[in-house]
């Protein structure tokens, strides 16, 4: 097995942060080095910054409603990064990230499998998102949305999706893919500035009523459902 997989399936951490630590040198097998791409069985000794790595036996999965200003990252030196702020006993990660500007619904866990399956741009995991902007919408910028917007930054053009409106200024969108700062880009190429964005689900799991800033577990039905919908089932 890969090192990053072997992380990410003993609930240390996700594979993309596996790699940010494999690559800092801070992770080790049987008191060498690793390095990307490295494989490892049950017979050898892992470790992080020198401690030694055990597979996590209790599964957390929790959905937090991330506030404005709170950071997506498991880096603790970052100011307000979401591990401190949540500050559970266990280590859990974010599974994908809202941008910092952002708020709204976002899972935790240490189920390393199922937060890949989550993230898997190939298997079109819906996300559904409030957005508030900063003139009226136009049944042109609607259309626009829904059918597909080149991003030139990105060198790529955006999945068609579901837009309905809310109010003159709101609007409701279902994306199927995760590109970075994707909604205010498709914003801004019809000249449209974001004011709020908060995301309201992802697959089967809703924000609802909780408070913001502020945690739950997930319940078993909704856990059990979210592997059926990942596959991980």
Known sequence: MRLNKYLSDVGYCSRREADRLIEAGRVSINGKSAALGTKVDAADEVRVDGKAIAAKTDKVYIAFHKPRGVECTTNLEVKD????????????????????????????????ALSNLILKARHFHEKEYVVKVDKPITD????????????????TVTRPCTVTTVNPYTFKIILTQGLNRQIRRMCEAFGYEVKRLQRIRVLNIELGDLPRGKWR???PSECEKLKVLTGKA
């Not at 952002?102 to 240490?110: A, C, K, R």
């Not at 042109?140 to 917007?149: C, D, H, P």
């Open 81 to 112: 990064n979401i591990i401190d702020y949540i500050g559970y006993p266990e280590r859990i990660y974010p599974v994908g990230r809202l941008d910092k500007s952002s708020e709204g619904l976002i899972l935790l866990t240490n189920d390393g």
């Open 140 to 155: 042109a910028f609607l259309k626009g949305m829904r059918e597909g917007v080149p991003l030139l930054a990105l060198e």
């Open 217 to 219: 577990h997930l319940t």
